[in-house]
């Protein structure tokens, strides 16, 4: 079983910084992709970032470019994003999702974590 687990969600203020971190286990022989998306209440969840194995520049929503950073350990299957000079509009529940193969077919699958919330006050 493909278990994702984050972490790093937490209150802060505006201006603040955090780092959220994301960790896969079980029956996965190789990562494509790790990303971020967010999601709150009433809206659809949506990409924060992207990260691949395929050598392409990640990929970053217009509204946290030049504040976001992800960076992603295929071989650890572990993906972390910094996030720096966060405002209340970054205030939702952070989700992890990955792309990978898993076995006993070789076939590319996604998977979830549960989320962690982010909260930023004024």
């Known amino acids: 079983q493909v278990q994702l687990v984050e972490s790093g969600g937490d209150l802060v203020q505006a201006g603040g910084s955090l780092r959220l971190s994301c960790a896969a286990s079980g029956g996965i022989i190789s990562v494509n992709a790790m990303g971020w998306y967010r999601q709150d209440p009433g809206k659809q969840r949506e990409l924060v970032a992207l990260?691949?194995?395929?050598?392409?520049?990640?990929l970053y929503s217009d509204s946290v470019k030049g504040r976001f950073t992800i960076s992603l350990d295929a071989a650890k299957k572990s993906v972390h994003l910094q996030m720096n000079n966060l405002n209340p509009d970054d205030t939702a529940v952070y989700y992890c999702k990955m792309t990978a193969r898993t076995p006993p077919a070789f076939n590319l699958g996604d998977f979830w974590g549960q989320g962690t919330q982010v909260t930023v006050s004024s």
């Open positions: 990260a691949t194995t395929t050598g392409s520049a990640p």
